[in-house]
T-cell receptor, first 116, second 111 residues
């Protein structure tokens, strides 16, 4: 059965710390992995990763994919209180684009709290 | 802004009453989704649509039905609401092959 597992489930840090969030997956016919940020509202898209070893960056956030070891990490450097959120990871289902299937498999998320 | 609106944004209803939630997009994307999000369960797919009148079930479809008579609107109906359907409901669209973009959500409370 396809699955996506995120760790840790929750994390509390101080402003200025660097954090690493993990997303491991077991999905047949893996194609890509997506990261989202969810504050107290809807999830917002951060990154999509399709190739191993290529880092995606957006400001203080960066992410990398390891297709051999089946995981991705999301790094946040110099954390700020505004980074407090749940970070979600998702992988397209292994029948993605077969017929009309465009479903994502979601992890449960990592809840990050950044204290001043 | 992915051009998605949801209505209502908040609703309180009683057990046994029918409820319809509306998702509206302005960009004519083919794929639309309904999710519910609950503590400890994450995002769970209820139903999705891949075109007008074309829908399919997700992992938690029991007790829910959907309709899509126009490209821009995707309706989620709880035929007879139960307390277990108290949740936050998100609509999403998929304008490119993989990423999904979410509406603002509807908080539904069933008493």
């Amino acid at each position: 059965e396809d699955k996506v597992v995120q760790s840790p489930l929750s994390l509390v840090v101080h402003e200025g710390d660097t954090v690493t969030l993990n997303c491991s997956y077991e999905v047949t016919n893996f194609r890509s992995l997506l990261w989202y940020k969810q504050e107290k509202k809807a999830p917002t898209f951060l990154f999509m990763l399709t190739s191993s070893g290529i880092e995606k960056k957006s400001g203080r956030l960066s992410s990398i994919l390891d297709k051999k070891e089946l995981f991705s990490i999301l790094n946040i450097t110099a954390t700020q209180t505004g980074d407090s959120a749940v970070y979600l990871c998702a992988v397209p289902h292994h029948y993605y684009n077969a017929g009309n299937n465009r479903k994502l498999i979601w992890g449960l998320g990592t809840s990050l709290a950044v204290n001043p | 802004d992915a051009g998605i609106t949801q209505s209502p944004r908040h609703k309180v209803t009683e057990t046994g009453t029918p409820v319809t939630l509306r998702c509206h997009q302005t960009e004519n994307h083919r794929y639309m989704y309904w999710y519910r999000q609950d503590p400890g369960h994450g995002l769970r797919l209820i139903h999705y649509s891949y075109g007008v009148k074309d829908t399919d079930k997700g992992e938690v479809s029991d007790g829910y039905s959907v309709s899509r008579s126009k490209t821009e609107d995707f309706l989620l109906t709880l035929e007879s609401a139960t307390s277990s359907q108290t949740s936050v409901y998100f609509c999403a669209i998929s304008p490119d092959p993989y990423a999904q973009y979410f509406g603002p959500g509807t908080r539904l409370t069933v008493l």
